[in-house]
């Protein structure tokens, strides 16, 4: 992977680069599918699945943030890079997230990996022959981490590219509660209820007394699914608890000055034990901010596209596109 250049070096000039740079891709060849997936009796999860124009060479499944969605500028670059390398892109939406908050009965969480595992049961059953591999972002790196890890040796997918990833939950919960953050964190914060509000299970006053990320997971998020409290749902659910066990390519995309992860986390001694996994530690690129100096502006998209067409099983003619985004 090439070295990351960044537009700036502060931190979280980056991350707000990274959320508001525009991405004013024409996706006209690759029409959409919305795809409305049952993942148990009460729950239905959203799919926005795009096609290459040539022969795909694989499967790419996008998962998306903390209170993202299909739609976050992120998922809409890689997809662009994706399809127009070759691989049918997904976009997947946690549950409740892309305007589903009346499909299920529950809300989704950091480590919630049944909805993507009966996605990608579904997609093995359709039997195309197809390798298949997972890009998250940030939470979504945490699910998939954590699902790779749960899976061990596994058909159903064939590596994994986490983005920002908080491997590691109470430990961001607490930096993203920094003063320094507090931006961030409100923002976060206020999308939070307003979907929980949208799913007409909680009434505003039922969340008047949650004023951090940590007070919604331990008050709602936690409880929601037998976790108890905070403590205990960021204990078992964080990415780390499953590194050791992943048995398939695996890459961790990260800065060292995220705004939102402490950086030591990722001297957990899985990372380094585990032949299967890889870090690419930047110094800069704060969090999903990784806009780089020269254009290609979206090192993170190129980087992530360089491990899907190493990684592929068999040697293929990947199909390329010559033209780079400003």
Same mark, same amino acid.
């Not at 989704?108 to 579904?122: C, K």
């Given at each position: ?43 239905r999860v959203l799919v926005l699945t795009q096609r290459p ?55 989704y969480h950091a480590g919630l990996t049944a909805d993507l ?52 939950? %109470? ?38 007394c949650c004023k951090s990320l940590w007070e919604i997971d ?12 905070? %403590? ?71 980087? %992530? ?22």
């Amino acid at each position: 992977m090439r070295q990351f250049e960044p537009i700036v070096r502060n931190p979280h000039l980056l991350t707000i680069l990274g959320n508001f740079w525009p991405r004013g891709y024409d996706f006209t060849p690759f029409p959409e599918e919305r795809r409305l997936i049952r993942t148990d009796p009460d729950t239905r999860v959203l799919v926005l699945t795009q096609r290459p124009v040539v022969t795909a060479v694989g499967h790419v499944v996008l998962l998306h943030g903390l209170e993202g969605s299909g739609d976050s500028g992120y998922n809409r670059s890689m997809s662009w890079q994706t399809l127009n390398a070759g691989f049918i892109t997904h976009r997947f939406h946690m549950r409740t997230c892309g305007g589903t908050e009346h499909l299920c009965k529950t809300l989704y969480h950091a480590g919630l990996t049944a909805d993507l595992r009966a996605f990608l049961q579904q997609l093995k059953a359709e039997d195309d022959g197809l390798p298949v591999y997972l890009i998250g972002f940030s939470l979504g790196g945490n699910v998939s981490l954590k699902f790779a890890g749960e899976e061990g040796e596994t058909d159903l997918i064939h590596g994994v590219c986490a983005i920002s990833t908080p491997i590691d939950l %109470a430990a961001s919960a607490r930096r993203i509660g920094q003063p320094d953050n507090a931006l961030y964190e409100t923002r976060f914060l206020n999308r939070m209820k307003q979907r929980l509000l949208a799913t007409g299970r909680y009434t505003a006053k039922d969340l008047a007394c949650c004023k951090s990320l940590w007070e919604i997971d331990d008050r709602v998020t936690a409880p929601s699914f037998g976790f108890g409290g905070a %403590a205990n749902y960021y204990g078992t659910q964080s990415a780390q608890n499953f590194l050791h066990a992943i048995r398939v390519p695996t890459v961790l995309l990260q800065a060292q000055d995220d705004t939102f992860i402490p950086f030591e986390i990722f001297r957990h001694p899985a990372i380094a034990a585990n032949p299967n996994l890889t870090l690419f530690a930047t110094e800069h690129g704060g969090h999903l901010g990784f806009i780089s100096k020269h254009a290609p502006r979206f090192w993170v998209d190129h980087s %992530a596209l360089e491990f899907l067409q190493n990684n592929l099983p068999t040697p293929v003619t990947m199909a390329r596109n010559s033209k780079c985004e400003d």
